[in-house]
């Protein structure tokens, strides 16, 4: 049985996205569905297969955050210890030891990664490189266009 580390932030943004699934979306393409029936011919009814097809994907996403949750591990990083190690939830500040330019990523589940808001997953190459080091360390990144040296800045827990 697979666990997915998860921020208390993300299991509310899943929670949310599931009620707008099964209770507005749901009951919109089960209408959809039925009003396409009504047009006859179901053979060569686009409408209906469009709304059977939305309702195929809609129910598999249902039961994808169904499972995900199921099997969730909440970390809430304000009641960890804060002693200064990246672990699973916390920000981190870093310093590129090449240009000193600086970089903060939220270090999130792979549902909540989004590169555009500094939420990087658990499972990237800058996160599993960070994991387990401490504020001072410098790490090495390895990316498509070479290695990146960082120095971890600050580790926040929030």
Request: no cysteine; net charge negative.
């Amino acid at each position: 049985m697979n666990r997915y580390p998860m921020t208390v932030e993300g299991e509310k943004a899943l929670r949310e996205e599931l009620a707008q699934l099964k209770g507005v979306e749901r009951p919109r393409v089960s209408q959809a569905i039925a009003e396409a029936r009504e047009l006859g011919d179901l053979k060569e009814n686009a409408e209906y297969h469009a709304a059977r097809e939305q309702q195929g994907l809609m129910e598999a996403r249902i039961n994808d955050i169904e499972a995900k949750l199921s099997n969730a591990v909440i970390i809430d990083v304000s009641t960890l210890t804060q002693n200064g190690k990246v672990v699973f939830g916390v920000t981190v500040a870093l310093v590129n030891l090449d240009d000193d330019s600086e970089v903060e990523y939220k270090i999130v589940g792979d549902d909540e990664a989004d590169i555009k808001a500094s939420r990087i997953s658990i499972n990237s190459p800058i996160a599993r490189a960070l994991v387990g080091k401490e504020e001072g360390d410098v790490v090495v990144v390895s990316t498509p266009s070479g290695s990146i040296e960082y120095e971890i800045d600050e580790v926040k827990y929030i």
